[in-house]
């Protein structure tokens, strides 16, 4: 069966420091690959995609980016953290071909709080 | 604008019906889903229907679609406490051609189900 890891579940990191979060997937192979943010009181906002090693397109201009260096690992990075990038970051896949409804399955997520 | 809206809360006695609400945006969208998210966790897809579907029943829940005024509901019926949760609607778009999908995710409704 497939399996999604996350880490670290929590962090706190100060303004100006660096960020690197982790996301494996287990049981599948070239899957797609999605970073989620969900900021205090809004819905969850895509920022990232991957549909293949080494590709990776961004939804929204912020101060993150990310990286597939493995098919089926994600990174989400920053050099610098801002405030505004305090928010609970969801990894998610689903298969490659679109099926019927192409579920998205998420992992357990991490809470990012930069003070 | 992609805004889905939901309520924010709703509260409800053990053992009486749940609905929550939301209106999404693209009136093209193929899918709608409704993921369940419990404290702390990732989300979980609870129920979808296809967008040529009126109505879908899964055991205690019932999936409502109105296109016409774009429209979508969840209703739990006999709600437990066990279902105390957020719950997000989600609409499905297709991303750089086709190749995969894009979720745009409501703010979440809270669910407070009093034993």
């Known amino acids: 069966s497939q399996t999604i890891h996350q880490w670290p579940a929590t962090l706190v990191q100060p303004v100006g420091s660096p960020l690197s979060l982790e996301c494996t997937v287990e049981?599948?192979?070239?899957?797609?690959l999605y970073w989620y943010r969900q900021a205090a009181g809004r819905g969850l906002q895509l920022l990232f995609y991957s549909v293949g090693i080494g590709q990776i397109s961004s939804e929204v201009p912020q101060n993150l980016s990310a990286s597939r260096p493995q098919d089926r690992q994600f990174i989400l990075s920053s050099k610098k953290l801002l405030l505004s990038d305090s928010g609970f970051y969801l990894c998610?896949?689903?298969?490659?071909?679109?099926?019927?409804?192409?579920?998205?399955?998420f992992g357990p997520g991490t809470r990012l709080t930069v003070l | 604008g992609e805004d889905v809206e939901q309520s924010l809360f709703l509260s409800v006695r053990e053992g009486d019906s749940s609905v929550i609400n939301c209106t999404y945006t693209?009136?093209?969208?193929?899918?709608l889903y409704w993921y369940k998210q419990e404290p702390g966790a990732g989300l979980q897809l609870l129920t979808y229907i296809f967008s040529n579907m009126d109505m879908k029943q899964d055991q205690r829940l019932t999936v409502l679609l109105n296109k016409k005024d774009k429209h979508l509901s969840l209703r739990i019926a006999d709600t437990q406490t066990g279902d105390s949760a957020i719950y997000f609607c989600?609409?499905?778009?297709?991303?750089?051609?086709?190749?995969?999908?894009?979720?745009?995710f409501g703010t979440g409704t809270l669910l407070a189900v009093q034993p």
């Open positions: 998610a896949w689903s298969v490659q071909w679109l099926n019927s409804y192409n579920e998205q399955f």
């Open positions: 693209d009136s093209s969208s193929t899918y």
């Open positions: 989600a609409e499905r778009r297709s991303l750089r051609g086709g190749a995969t999908n894009k979720l745009i």
């Open positions: 049981g599948t192979s070239n899957p797609n």
